[in-house]
């Protein structure tokens, strides 16, 4: 019973979110440009997504982003040129400040960039699984249609904003507090509460 419960409880979020998205006129367009693109288990997520419901949830209308994630997978192809190439075809569709994150390659350039060895992923859904908070370790997209959602990490902690260090990710928890004091989390939504622990800890 509690199972049906909790599955009940995640397809309440799942639509809820979905209501947002597609209430959000500029979120909207970039799916539509998304899923014309035709990139391979393509992706709109992060700060995207997890700004535009925490805007709703401050009662403000959700502000277009200064940059637009997309998380794709393409395991035959993990050079910088193949980033800026779906770079430039998305933008050459929508005007917006796209930044484009092939997930096949991202343990190339980890080490370099973070200091810290990670493991390939297989999947765009284990790379958004892998992001330093539950909040923000979400992607959308369109399927024809239809409206999908990607939260390896569950939708609680977007909804209950909740900015939780991603235990399981790949980033430190230095990375976790540097975030937190560059995107001014509090400042900016000042109802979020600030967690550092795994749920139930």
């Not at 209308?61 to 637009?68: A, C, G, K, R, T």
């Not at 909740?162 to 975030?179: H, I, K, L, P």
């Not at 989390?185 to 000042?190: A, C, D, F, L, S």
Request: charged fraction near 25%.
């Amino acid at each position: 019973m509690n199972q049906a419960r909790d599955a009940e409880h995640d397809q309440q979020l799942e639509d809820r979110l979905r209501a947002y998205v597609l209430a959000t006129g500029w979120l909207r367009d970039a799916l539509m440009s998304l899923r014309d693109a035709e990139m391979p288990d393509a992706w709109l997520a992060a700060g995207a997504v997890r700004n535009m419901v925490w805007d709703r949830l401050h009662d403000r209308v959700p502000e277009q982003p200064s940059d637009v994630d997309v998380a794709f997978f393409d395991p035959h192809d993990l050079t910088a040129e193949r980033d800026a190439t779906v770079t430039a075809a998305l933008r050459s569709r929508l005007a917006l400040p796209w930044e484009v994150t092939n997930q096949a390659a991202v343990h190339r350039w980890y080490p370099r960039v973070y200091g810290r060895e990670v493991s390939p992923l297989r999947s765009a859904a284990t790379g958004i699984a892998s992001w330093p908070e539950t909040a923000t370790a979400v992607g959308v997209r369109l399927e024809g249609d239809a409206l999908v959602v990607c939260a390896p990490l569950g939708l609680e902690d977007l909804f209950e904003l909740r900015w939780r260090f991603n235990e399981g990710g790949y980033a430190s928890r230095e990375q976790f507090d540097a975030r937190t004091r560059s995107k001014r989390i509090t400042e900016r939504w000042p109802n979020v509460q600030v967690l550092s622990a795994p749920p139930g800890a």
